[in-house]
């Protein structure tokens, strides 16, 4: 691991190029929460702790082209050692970062002393900018600095470049995480049932993440029974699960940092039954077909466009869209039922950084205003691939939609179906030097394997 972290710092200098001053990468702060003695959970940012090597509150890398790199980290004061426990040893933090350098934080207003007058770049949590003293830097005005915001966006972009790709290390940690939300997503599907709540459901899953390994959720993990599926983030809630519905789950376990993102639609009742089969089958079909698409040199917009038009084939099968399918999607109609993108880069964040290539500016089409990728793929990325439909009466019941549409959309069916949901099937998905490496393949999400673990669980 030391080596990689050496060879990732080598390279980010390589492609900085600098000649004179610092680049300062803080990994953040916890955030308190008004009115309680309490914070949110601390997560580091993720360009620090993807140079770093490790994740600790308070800490900031610190980067000088002509004596390389060094971290300062935060030193538990008495009270926090009572309260919250002791910080990370320096020792420990320098032998898991590979540098040679770890300081106290509270010699960072020192070292900037020696660099009064030079520019700045803040990368990562740009909390100290406004926290200082949390960092050890008594007042910016005093050090005479010139933080140079332009640099930071160009150091930060370089970054973001070198992050798509993943190393042997990252991708074992995403193969870890990927077991561990397979516990947890073969744990929903036996267990869920009519009569239990959202809640239930998320926490079944999220024990079975922890029990495999996992640190934390990747995110807020997704519950949503019947029309709550509808809601592209929903938070689980104590709706009861009702017999007939979809349930769909989109949740991820973390491990070493690095997320899984998975989602799963299944029946309450055990059976994919009537319409909810066919559409179940469509997005299914839709999403094989563009993992089959991913390889290198393969555009990400093209396998969204692609899966975008057979979504709209067969919702024209389906009697709910009207049209010639490529048509539709030119006017965006598809989008009524397939809001988001195919998917997004994955890796330290669940939306991970670097999805949009250099000079490519996003679209603002219905269709593609969310598409989070926009580049050719090469081996080492790690991405999604999580098409879905949708009934979501925000956008089903707006009037000025209905009035450019009244001619593709078979209103009255979808009239019918806006209590239904939404299905979601989502799937990470690494690029080979052939082709795709599913990582999430060992989840079930054929119809007869999905009803087969439900049968298992509901004892039928």
């Known amino acids: 691991m030391r080596q990689r972290l050496d060879a990732r710092r080598r390279e980010a200098a390589r492609r900085w190029d600098l000649s004179r001053g610092v680049v300062l990468l803080p990994s953040g702060l916890p955030v308190p929460i008004a009115g309680t003695d309490q914070a949110h959970e601390f997560h580091s940012h993720p360009e620090h702790s993807y140079l770093a090597g490790v994740a600790n509150p308070g800490a900031v890398l610190a980067f000088d082209p002509r004596e390389g790199w ?12 009572v309260w919250s426990g002791d910080s990370e040893a320096l020792e420990g933090q320098s032998l898991r970062s590979g540098l040679e350098r ?26 100290l900018r406004h926290r200082p003293g949390d960092y050890g830097v008594e007042r910016w ?82 519950v949503g029974g019947g029309p709550n599926g509808a809601v592209l983030h929903f938070a689980p809630t104590s709706r009861v699960l009702g017999d007939g519905e979809l349930v ?32 179940y089958q469509l997005v299914l079909g839709v999403q094989e077909q563009a993992i ?29 869209l009207r049209g010639d ?10 989008a009524l039922f397939f809001p988001h993108g195919l998917g997004h880069m994955l890796g330290l964040a669940t939306h991970d950084a670097g999805g949009c290539l250099a000079g490519r500016t996003p679209s603002d089409r219905f269709g593609l205003r969310y598409l989070r990728a926009d580049l050719p793929l090469e081996p080492g990325y ?32 979808a009239d019918r179906l806006l209590g239904l949901g939404g299905i979601r099937v989502e799937d990470d998905v690494l690029v080979t030097e052939t082709g795709a490496d599913v990582l999430t393949s060992s989840i079930p999400k054929s119809i007869s394997a999905i009803e087969a673990l439900r049968a298992e669980g509901l004892g039928q």
């Open 70 to 81: 060094t971290l300062f980290a935060h030193v538990a004061s008495e009270e926090e050692r």
């Open 102 to 127: 770890a300081l106290p934080a509270e010699q960072l207003g020192r070292w900037l002393e020696a660099h009064r007058g030079e520019p700045v770049a803040i990368l990562g949590n740009h909390d």
């Open 248 to 279: 769909l789950v989109d949740a991820g376990a973390e491990v070493d940092g690095y997320a899984s993102d998975v989602t799963r639609t299944y029946p309450v009742g055990g059976i994919f039954q009537g319409l909810h089969r066919d559409l």
């Open 382 to 413: 790690v991405v999604t691939i999580e098409p879905g439909i949708y009934f979501i009466p925000a956008i089903l019941t707006n009037p000025a939609r209905r009035e450019s549409c009244a001619d593709a959309v078979n209103w009255e069916l």
């Open 292 to 320: 089959a698409g991913v390889r290198p040199g393969v555009e990400y917009r093209d396998l969204h466009m692609s899966a975008s038009q057979r979504l709209a084939d067969g919702l024209v099968q389906l009697g709910i």
């Open 325 to 334: 399918p490529a048509d539709l999607v030119e006017r965006d109609v598809h």
């Open 141 to 222: 005005p005093a050090l005479e600095l010139e933080f140079d915001e332009a640099l930071a966006e160009r150091l930060s972009a370089a970054i973001s470049e070198m992050r798509r790709t993943k190393d042997a290390g990252e991708l074992d940690a995403m193969r870890r995480a990927a077991a561990a939300s397979r516990a947890g997503h073969l744990a929903g599907m036996r267990v869920a049932r009519a009569g239990m709540t959202e809640r239930d459901l998320q926490i079944e899953i999220e024990v079975r993440f922890f029990r495999s390994g996992a640190a934390r959720t990747a995110y807020g993990s997704i």
